[in-house]
């Protein structure tokens, strides 16, 4: 049975995968690591946790020396708006945190599953159906950081053997915890707002497609590429992975299917949407369909459904 490490265990991600896992693999084998929040409720409670500040290299290499971890799925980042307010904090997290983990996994032989994201692309990448290989030229802090990290996962792979493995996200949407600091934020804050107030200002303007992913499938995908059959993975890490892609109107128009007086309107934060018009409109992630069998189980109009069904109970 595989022991596990999940570093940033009480981010919007992590928290659930962190339950997902102790799921699949049961709850002692799951170590849930955060840094200065600790966990609460069920997260705290259904298994173990440790202060882990992946800037400390130290910190690491005890967890796993303590747990006797083969497997990190490092979720520990800054996200990209906050990066692009805190472009030094987000390199040290995202970077020299990253470097740490990989260095800890060589000399202790774990596998690593580390998450790039759309932001790693630029205004050069196609922006429709953006190729698995193609040109990554990104204009914040927060892609540079991703793009340097894919290929530091692909160097310690090819270098040093060790097991690395991830996924581009889209922006990810969830019931359960609530984002971070992304430009993506606005497709879970909409749905809150919908019930709510029955009203949402979005702060990314009417045509700016993205490509997006429920929480469901976004857990999946890390944990099916980890299970996957390495000899079949030609690319390993940073594998396009997508469910849907829309623009506000769109999401705005599902939700209205199910609550007819909703309104949205608009103001517009501009550091976002110069973001935004930087990330492709549509992946194409046939890579992973073919590497590993990806395939989402969620589109707009179940991932709608389910989100309005399960914030109704939770909110009321």
């Not at 799925?73 to 990989?102: D, G, T």
Request: aromatic share 8%.
């Amino acid at each position: 049975m595989k022991k596990i490490l999940v570093t940033g265990g009480v981010g919007q991600i992590g928290s659930e995968l962190v339950m997902e896992l102790r799921r699949v693999y049961g709850v002692e084998n799951v170590v849930c690591g955060v840094n200065r929040t600790q966990p609460e409720g069920k997260l705290k409670e259904s298994g173990p946790w440790e202060i882990v500040n992946c800037t400390n290299a130290q910190q690491v290499a005890d967890v796993v020396k303590k747990y006797d971890i083969d497997t990190i799925y490092h979720l520990a980042a800054i996200l990209s708006a906050v990066a692009e307010a805190k472009p030094n904090l987000a390199w040290n997290v995202n970077i020299n945190a990253l470097y740490n983990v990989l260095e800890v996994a060589r000399e202790a032989n774990c596998a690593v599953f580390t998450p790039s994201s759309i932001g790693a692309f630029g205004s050069s990448t196609p922006l429709d159906n953006t190729p698995q290989d193609t040109i990554q030229r990104p204009s914040t802090m927060y892609g540079v950081t991703k793009v340097a990290g894919e290929l530091l996962c692909d160097y310690y792979y090819k270098r040093f053997g060790v097991d690395t493995r991830g996924v581009r996200y889209p922006g990810i949407i969830s019931n359960e915890t609530l984002p971070g600091g992304g430009t993506t934020d606005y497709a879970v804050e909409i749905y809150y707002e919908a019930i709510k107030q029955k009203k949402y200002t979005c702060n990314l303007p009417a045509g700016t497609f993205l490509d997006m992913m429920y929480m469901p499938d976004a857990l999946k995908a890390g944990i099916d590429l980890m299970e996957a059959d390495p000899a079949k993975l030609i690319h390993r890490n940073a594998f396009n992975v997508t469910a849907m892609s829309f623009d506000p109107e769109i999401i705005a128009a599902e939700i209205k299917k199910h609550i007819p007086e909703f309104v949205m309107d608009y103001n517009v934060d501009k550091v976002k949407e110069g973001i935004a018009n930087s990330w492709p409109n549509s992946m194409d992630d046939s890579a992973a369909r073919a590497e590993w069998g990806w395939e989402p189980s969620y589109d707009l109009s179940a991932m709608t459904q389910d989100m309005l069904t399960v914030l109704e109970k939770k909110l009321k």
